[in-house]
Every structure is written in structure tokens, then in C-alpha cells.
T-cell receptor, first 115, second 113 residues
Framework: EAGVTQFPSHSVIEKGQTVTLRCDPI?????LYWYRRVMGKEIKFLLH????????ESGMPNNRFLAERTGGTYSTLKVQPAELEDSGVYFC?????????????FGSGTRLTVV | SQQGEEDPQALSIQEGENATMNCSYK?????LQWYRQNSGRGLVHLIL?????REKHSGRLRVTLDTSKKSSSLLITASRAADTASYFC?????????????FGQGTTLQVKP
């Protein structure tokens, strides 16, 4: 089975521009999570979808971040306008049930650099 | 809020040696997981240990969990250069089992050939 796919793998944008990250979860996984790691810091939870609904968005840093999951399949995370502190690696994970079961499957991440 | 803390932050060893990384957390948990991140790549799930387990093995990996001390350790035996990566522990958020993970800052392991 295909894993969790994220693209782009890298993105370099200027401050003030807009960037959209995409995550394709494993087919059939209702749960989709976004995390990010800012340089040198821990990996932090952003939000959790169950199908197309936002179950928990307590980790979203501010209203410049907008996540969607149309039709409960792939998800997008838009940053508009991007700021320097948004630079980091954005990870997506999916699972078929609440909780990790035997562990989550993460994508390879999108490395975002805002200059 | 809960936070996973790992030590050491960085570890450098020779190939063939064992590497031990520790993780501490603050609240009750249902399970604790270890992940690896190779440079420029995604997170790879290594092993999950549940709160009612004390030790778990997977290949060259051995994980222990001490819920009384709120700590876990990851042992990699007979390390290889390919084990060079960052290692993270992650716990479920306050035992809620909703899927939200709290990660530590990670241990960067370098295995010299």
C-alpha cells in the first residue's frame, strides 16, 4: 500500500507570500494529523482531522494557517501570509483509528523556508 | 502541559557500540512511542510500548518504560552507521488516546564507521 505522501518536499518562499502544503494519507485512514518542527525545537502538533471534520485544532499557531480536508481524503495546509518564523518541517500522519494503534505513519515532510 | 524531554541531546559513538537514549514525561500516558528521523526525511515509527508494559524488543532495539518514574529508554545494540539519525520519543496527550502526540526535542545520534 502507498504510504503518506506530502508535497512539495521543499518550498522556499518570500515573507508575505502564500504557500500551500498537501498531504495524501493512506487510503482508508480517517484520521489525519499535521505536525511541524521549527528549527532546533520539538515537533509540535498542529491539528487533527477525522474525515473532513477538524477534531482538534488547538495547535494551530494563528489565523495565518488554514487547514482543509475536502471530502475527507487529502488535506492542505495553507500559510498566508508567510512569516520568517513559519520556517520548518511540516509533517503529516494518518491512522485508521483514534490513537496510534501500532504507531502512526508519517509522510516525509515538507521543508518550508521563508526568506 | 505535558512535555517529553530527552537526553542526551547529542550522542556520538563508534560503529558496533550500543547507544542509549532516555526520555522523561510529565503526565499519565496510554503509550509511548519512539520515532527516527534521518536527515531530510520523514519520521519513521520504531516501536510502541503501552503503559502496562515494562520492556519491548524489536530487532536491535530495546525499549523500557518505567511509569513510576515517568521515563523510558531506547537502546540500540551493535549500532551501524545507518543508525545515524535523530530519535524522538512521543506520548499521547495526557492519556486521552485521541491521537495527538507530544514529542520530545530529540536525541541526535551519530554513529562513526
Amino acid at each position: 500500500e502507498a504510504g503518506v505522501t506530502q508535497f512539495p518536499s521543499h518550498s522556499v518562499i518570500e515573507k508575505g507570500q502564500t504557500v500551500t502544503l498537501r498531504c495524501d494519507p493512506i487510503s482508508g485512514h480517517d484520521n489525519l494529523y499535521w505536525y511541524r518542527r521549527v528549527m532546533g525545537k520539538e515537533i509540535k502538533f498542529l491539528l487533527h482531522f477525522v474525515k473532513e471534520s477538524k477534531q482538534d485544532e488547538s495547535g494551530m499557531p494563528n489565523n495565518r494557517f488554514l487547514a482543509e480536508r475536502t471530502g475527507g481524503t487529502y488535506s492542505t495546509l495553507k500559510v498566508q501570509p508567510a512569516e520568517l518564523e513559519d520556517s520548518g518541517v511540516y509533517f503529516c500522519a494518518s491512522s485508521w483509528r483514534d490513537g496510534p494503534g501500532d504507531g502512526y505513519t508519517f509522510g516525509s515532510g515538507t521543508r518550508l523556508t521563508v526568506v | 502541559s505535558q512535555q517529553g524531554e530527552e537526553d542526551p541531546q547529542a550522542l556520538s559513538i563508534q560503529e558496533g557500540e550500543n547507544a542509549t537514549m532516555n526520555c522523561s514525561y510529565k503526565t499519565s500516558i496510554n503509550n509511548l512511542q519512539w520515532y527516527r528521523q534521518n536527515s531530510g526525511r520523514g519520521l519513521v515509527h520504531l516501536i510502541l510500548i503501552r503503559s502496562n508494559e515494562r520492556e519491548k524488543h524489536s530487532g536491535r532495539l530495546r525499549v523500557t518504560l518505567d511509569t513510576s518514574k515517568k521515563s523510558s529508554s531506547l537502546l540500540i545494540t551493535a549500532s551501524r552507521a545507518a543508525d545515524t539519525a535523530s530519535y524522538f520519543c512521543a506520548t499521547d496527550a495526557g492519556g486521552s488516546n485521541t491521537g495527538k502526540l507530544i514529542f520530545g526535542q530529540g536525541t541526535t545520534l551519530q554513529v562513526k564507521p
